[in-house]
Structures are given as structure tokens and as C-alpha cells.
């Protein structure tokens, strides 16, 4: 899968997924998704970001969990 919107730069946030070459880790957009925020209230409060950042967020956490596998302990 590609990602056009997903850069990595050993010289940006230490190398972590980034949104387009800002200082704005993928991490922080997961995280803020996963913590109730709507995609409008996140364009709102970050006005340099994009609908499309989002989406392609999205994909590229799918695309990572496809490919690990994880034990859950019960």
C-alpha cells in the first residue's frame, strides 16, 4: 500500500511517522481519534491539516495492523 501523506525523516519528531513532513506524528492523530475527537473538531483546532490526512491515517493504521500479530492475555 503506498501513502503519499505519511512521510518519516530521521531529522523530523526522531524518525516517527509524520503527517506530510510536519511535526505532527501519526500517533498524536490516532490518539486523538481514538479519544472521541471528531474529524471536524480536529481540522478545526489543527487548521494546516487535511481531510485526506486523516483518511490516510486511518488506512495506514489498518495497513499496521494487518500485519501484527498480537497475543492478548486474558
Known amino acids: 500500500m503506498k501513502f503519499e501523506r505519511i512521510t518519516v525523516d530521521p531529522q523530523v519528531c526522531t524518525g516517527k511517522p509524520c503527517i506530510r ?12 481519534l481514538a479519544s472521541g475527537e471528531t474529524n471536524e473538531s480536529i481540522l478545526r483546532a489543527y487548521p494546516y491539516l487535511e481531510a485526506d490526512d486523516i483518511h490516510e491515517v486511518l488506512r495506514y493504521a489498518a495497513c499496521l495492523a ?8 486474558r
Do not use: D
Not at 494487518?66 to 492475555?73: D, S
Open 21 to 32: 513532513g510536519l511535526r505532527f506524528p501519526v500517533s498524536r492523530l490516532l490518539g486523538l
Open 66 to 73: 494487518e500485519e501484527e500479530t498480537v497475543e492478548l492475555v
